[in-house]
T-cell receptor
Framework: SAVISQKPSRDICQRGTSLTIQCQVD?????MFWYRQQPGQSLTLIAT?????????ESGFVIDKFPISRPNLTFSTLTVSNMSPEDSSIYLC??????????FGPGTRLTVT | QQQVKQSPQSLIVQKGGISIINCAYE??????FPWYQQFPGKGPALLIA?????SEKKEGRFTISFNKSAKQFSLHIMDSQPGDSATYFC??????????FGAGTRLTVKP
């Protein structure tokens, strides 16, 4: 498995602002993923971020709204831009160390007022 | 994105009983089927997983049953304990990517 940390753990932001969420892994991994989990709901994949290539976004998610960086094999960031109350969610990063498994970080709880 | 259907939405079981959660999928390209356990305020934790070349996998009190022809799989929790109370998600993925999650089942184990 892998140990994953996320910063911040939670934040309250005003609409129209942006927040960058960091994901750090304790080992080098090829594949990193970003998910959104709305309160009491399931997980929805936002994008796949592989080092050395552009992030691949799922339908309904666009780079202008959720820009992602993947500068090396242990780190990634997700920015939630021009936030609205509808962006209030838990944002989770996960990693695929090389097999089929995905391991999740603790999540970032975002509230937009 | 919901390509995996999960039931029931919530489940209440007495301590010592068997908890059963079911999932169904449509995409025959899926080749990996994990179950995740999530406690409030935490990220999902990988519990157990199965590949489609086996029909059952057991790890401790947790068992996955897999029916490839019916495109269904289920999680059985034997001797359920209050500490098992959590939300459980089934998922499916293919090509080591693109994991799709079920809607989740909130399990409550009463002492």
């Amino acid at each position: 498995s892998a140990v994953i940390s996320q910063k911040p753990s939670r934040d309250i932001c005003q609409r129209g602002t942006s927040l960058t969420i960091q994901c750090q892994v304790d080992s080098q991994v090829t594949m990193m993923f970003w998910y959104r989990q709305q309160p009491g709901q399931s997980l929805t994949l936002i994008a796949t971020a592989n080092q050395g290539s552009e992030a691949t976004y799922e339908s309904g998610f666009v780079i202008d709204k959720f820009p992602i960086s993947r500068p090396n094999l242990t780190f990634s960031t997700l920015t939630v831009s021009n936030m609205s109350p509808e962006d209030s969610s838990i944002y989770l990063c996960s990693v695929g160390p090389g097999g089929y498994e995905q391991y999740f970080g603790p999540g970032t709880r975002l509230t937009v007022t | 994105q919901q390509q995996v259907k999960q039931s029931p939405q919530s489940l209440i079981v007495q301590k010592g009983g068997i908890s059963i959660i079911n999932c169904a999928y449509e995409n025959t390209a899926f080749d990996y089927f994990p179950w995740y356990q999530q406690f409030p305020g935490k990220g999902p934790a990988l519990l157990i997983a199965i590949r489609p070349d086996v029909s059952e996998k057991k790890e401790g009190r947790f068992t996955i049953s897999f029916n490839k022809s019916a495109k269904q799989f289920s999680l059985h929790i034997m001797d359920s304990q209050p500490g098992d109370s959590a939300t459980y998600f089934c998922a499916a993925s293919y090509n080591n990517n693109d994991m799709r999650f079920g809607a989740g089942t909130r399990l409550t184990v009463k002492p």
